[in-house]
C-alpha cells in the first residue's frame, strides 16, 4: 500500500479505536481524536487517495481561486467546484440550521475573507482603507531571494476578519522550508474532517508545494500535515470503514505545463497522470 493512503487509513483505524464523542456546532456528533501527523515525501508520487476516486479538478480549481484570493462562490460553481455551496459571508447571511437560512446561505455568492483574501490580502475588513499584506507575494520574493530563511509563512487565521468570513479556516497556516536542493511544505490545521476535507487538504496542499517547486526551480521535498481535531462525523462512520477496505493502487504524478509564475496558474494547466483508484464513496458535507 502506498504511504499517503497507509497512513490515512491509520488515521481511520485510530479515531475508531481511542476517539471520544464530542458535539459541535453542525449538531453531527464526531469520534474525535486529539492530533495526528500526515507526512510524505512528494518523489514517491502525488498524495491524492487512491482508496476511493477523488475529484481532482475541483481541488485544482479550488487551489486556484486561493492563489487568486477571490471570495465569489459563483466563481467556483463556473469551473464546476461545489465545495463552498452551503457557506456564505455570515455579515450577509447569519449562520444558522433552518431551511430557510440555509436556502439564503446557498443563494449568497459572498464568502467573505477566507484562506485566499488572507493570503494575498491581511488586513482588517473594518477598515476598508487599510492597506493589506500580500503574503503569498512576499514568501514567493522570499523563496526566490533568500531560500535558507525560515520566516516563510503564510497564515489565513486573521481574528479580526472571522466575523465576515464563511467558515473560519480550518487549514490556518502554512510554512516553506528549504533544505538542501528540495522545498517542504508544512500547514497547519485546527479542525480535521477525516472523510470530506482532509483528502482535499493534503491533494491541495501537495499541489500548492509543487508550484512553489516550479516558481523556485527546486526540487518537490516533504508535505506535512500537523493535524489538531481529528474527527470522523457520525454520519460517516458506515461508509469510512468500507472505504479502508478497498484496493489501493501506486499514486499518480502531476504535471504542469506552460508554466511561468504561480500568479498567472490556472488549474487547466496541471494534469493527472497515471490515477488509478477504488470506486468513489460518498459522502454528505457537514455545514
Not at 516563510?152 to 497556516?173: E, K, Q, T, V
Not at 479542525?191 to 476535507?197: I, L, Q, Y
Not at 488549474?267 to 464513496?281: D, I, M, N, Q, R
Request: charged letters at 25%; aromatic letters at 10%; proline letters at 5%.
Amino acid at each position: 500500500m502506498n504511504n499517503a493512503d497507509q497512513q490515512y487509513n491509520h488515521f481511520v483505524q485510530n479515531i475508531l479505536s481511542n476517539g471520544i464523542w464530542k458535539g459541535n456546532r453542525t449538531g453531527v456528533a464526531c469520534l474525535t481524536i486529539a492530533g495526528a501527523m500526515f507526512e510524505h515525501d512528494m518523489s514517491e508520487g502525488f498524495p491524492l487517495l487512491t482508496s476511493r476516486k477523488l475529484p481532482f479538478k475541483s481541488t485544482k480549481v479550488e487551489l486556484e481561486f486561493f492563489i487568486q484570493g477571490l471570495t465569489s462562490k459563483k466563481w467556483l460553481q463556473e469551473r464546476g467546484c461545489r465545495y463552498w455551496d452551503g457557506w456564505c459571508n455570515p455579515k450577509k447571511v447569519p449562520y444558522g440550521h433552518d431551511e430557510e437560512t440555509r436556502r439564503k446561505m446557498r443563494e449568497e455568492d459572498d464568502l467573505g475573507p477566507i484562506y485566499g483574501a488572507q493570503w494575498r490580502n491581511f488586513r482588517d475588513p473594518a477598515s476598508p482603507d487599510a492597506q493589506g499584506v500580500d503574503q503569498l507575494k512576499s514568501l514567493v520574493e522570499t523563496l526566490k531571494k533568500n531560500p535558507s530563511d525560515r520566516r516563510m509563512i503564510c497564515s489565513a487565521w486573521n481574528p479580526l476578519a472571522l466575523p465576515y468570513a464563511a467558515l473560519p479556516s480550518c487549514h490556518y497556516g502554512f510554512q516553506v522550508t528549504v533544505v538542501g536542493d528540495r522545498l517542504n511544505l508544512a500547514w497547519n490545521q485546527r479542525s480535521v474532517d477525516v472523510c470530506c476535507g482532509l483528502p482535499q487538504n493534503i491533494a491541495s496542499y501537495g499541489m500548492l508545494l509543487h508550484l512553489l517547486a516550479k516558481e523556485a526551480g527546486l526540487k518537490e521535498g516533504k508535505l506535512i500535515g500537523f493535524l489538531m481535531d481529528t474527527h470522523i462525523y457520525e454520519n460517516h462512520l458506515d461508509n469510512v470503514q468500507m472505504q479502508i477496505k478497498q484496493q489501493t493502487y501506486d499514486l499518480p504524478r502531476i504535471e504542469t505545463r506552460d508554466f511561468r509564475s504561480i500568479f498567472d496558474w490556472t488549474h487547466e494547466k496541471t494534469e493527472l497522470l497515471g490515477y488509478v483508484s477504488s470506486p468513489p464513496v460518498k459522502y454528505v458535507v457537514a455545514v
